[in-house]
């Protein structure tokens, strides 16, 4: 991703005729725009801190140097989050150590300098390495075997080392045996969580370098991580995701035009737009098919395409493409910027499939004297000696049965915003048109995500979809044992990865709390706010939207 994203900006930059290219090795590590990015939690994409849990403890943490960063990367590891020390997580430890809840202390105060810039909490392999060096006098390979005995948890080398410890701790006589002792136990339990520095950093760096793409080249950022969302282990969730992250930003994802032709998603005239290559269906033959239409189709109109009008699409090129092809450009809105619905294009290139390829001919020859496709087939539909089309009275009687069908169709052409919804979604993983909120009467809703996010408070009402429930169970306060939840929402303007539903709310509401429902969330922000935790969504009360 940092390669790709890398090159890209550069090519932009040249394009603009900037004579200076984007070196990451050369940004330094002092951006604020980068910083503030990472501590609000907003870190969709944002290497080793895309998820949930990276989101949450970044905005706890609020790292703002490469050193809290690789800190803050590393305790968000299994082995931290559960390794459980007077009753709570290493990683609680550190956060509250960082945010002055905690007081830091250590267990002998030769290990200030060692463990000071981890709050006093053993985070890393090589802080053992150096404590067994400063305390228990071991050279360079002593102490890699104590990594090695951490990093892979091996009992009987760790015995071993224990043994070393203690004896040369005993004989440089900074600390007490029983001091060394729970010293070493402590080393010990840290090899349940402790990671590699020097992994930690470098992800650091790649999470900063890629934090710092995002504040300040917003579109190329998503348009490149949308273009390698195929490599995530579930690529049609990732480009959900990514797409509906882009809108707190007021970027939003196009679907293919008729205007943009591009195979791959590109940016556009400051947009993105997904290309042919995105949509289901659609692969690299029939995209040189389709080209090969649009050529035959603009040389023989003396125009561009995103000048001719549907008829004539249909009636020269819609024969000279895979039906599946064209049945998916339509269906995601490729013909968008044309007055016909898609519903409509659908029915009558549905219609138009039913015609022989000698009619076709004809048409092709005939159809600028026509208004329309009704026109048209009413002028094919009499046998060839009356001037028509058709070549016996059996296609006669067909033709004349597709012109009461277009004239009296069985439903509605209208685009319905669920339809919409559903058809895009189908082929491109994602609603861009709608959200899927718009398909539902919002009028009780009061606020967006986004209008939230920006600050508004007070009897909150939001009409979202939700996208993911957690569920919790309590584990101290008066709701110790009660299950609770955490929800992801989004509408039209954003999402929001931050809402509560407490217990006695959650007894209540949870029949219709379910990942895809959509609903009104009634409540307000968090008033009793932990660290930067400050965009919380609290639940009062839920309404189904029906």
Known sequence: YIEELHRRLNLKRLLLMETSTFEPLELGFEDEKAWDLICSGKTKGVFQLESNLGKSWAKRVQPKNIEELSALISIIRPGTLKAIVDGKSMTQHYVDRKNGVQEITYLHPSLEPILKRTQGVLVYQEQSMQIAQQLAGFNLQEAD?????????KADLMAKVKEDFLKGASEQGIITTEE?????????????????????????????????????????????????SSGKPDPQQEV?????????????????????????????????????????????????????????????MGKQLCEVSWYEFLILASQKINSRMLTALISVGFFADLPESRQQMLDEFDTWSNITKKEAEWAE????????LVD????????????????????????SDLVIQC????????????????????????????????????????????????????????????????RYTAK?????????????????????DSVTVFSDQWDKYKNILYEGNNVILIGQDSKKRRYQLDDGFIVNEVIELR
């Not at 075997?145 to 948890?153: C, D, E, Q, V, W």
């Not at 400051?270 to 995209?287: C, E, M, N, P, T």
């Open 376 to 399: 048209l087939l009413k002028a094919m539909a009499p046998v060839k000696k009356d001037g028509g089309a058709a070549f016996n009275s059996k296609r006669s009687q067909i033709i």
């Open 407 to 470: 004239e009296n169709p069985s439903y509605s052409l209208k685009d319905d915003p669920e339809w919409v919804i559903r058809t895009e979604e189908n082929y491109l993983g994602i609603g861009l048109t709608y959200s899927r909120v718009e398909a539902y009467d919002t009028s009780l809703a009061n606020t967006t995500i986004k209008e939230f996010i920006n600050g508004k408070r007070g009897n909150v009402k939001m009409a979202v979809t939700i996208n993911e429930v957690k």
């Open 365 to 372: 020859d005939n159809f600028e004297n026509y208004a329309n």
């Open 240 to 300: 959900r995701e990514l797409v509906n992250d882009a809108k707190n930003l007021e970027i939003y994802v196009n679907p293919p035009s008729i205007k943009a032709l591009n195979t791959q998603t590109d940016i556009i005239e400051d947009r993105i737009h997904f290309g042919l290559i995105d949509i289901k269906s659609v692969g690299a033959r029939q995209i040189d098919k389709f080209r090969d239409a649009i050529v035959y189709l603009e040389q023989t």
């Open 476 to 496: 101290k306060g008066k709701a110790i044992g009660l299950e609770m939840a955490f929800l992801c929402v989004e509408d039209t303007t954003g999402t929001m």
């Open 180 to 228: 060394a002792e729970e010293i070493f136990s402590w080393i010990e339990k840290s090899s349940r969580y402790a990671f590699n520095k020097s992994h930690a950093v470098s992800y650091a760096i790649c999470a900063y370098w890629s934090a710092y793409a995002k504040a300040h080249f917003p579109l190329e950022f998503y348009c490149n991580y949308l273009i390698h």
């Open 145 to 153: 075997n104590l990594r090695k005995a951490i990093g892979k948890k």
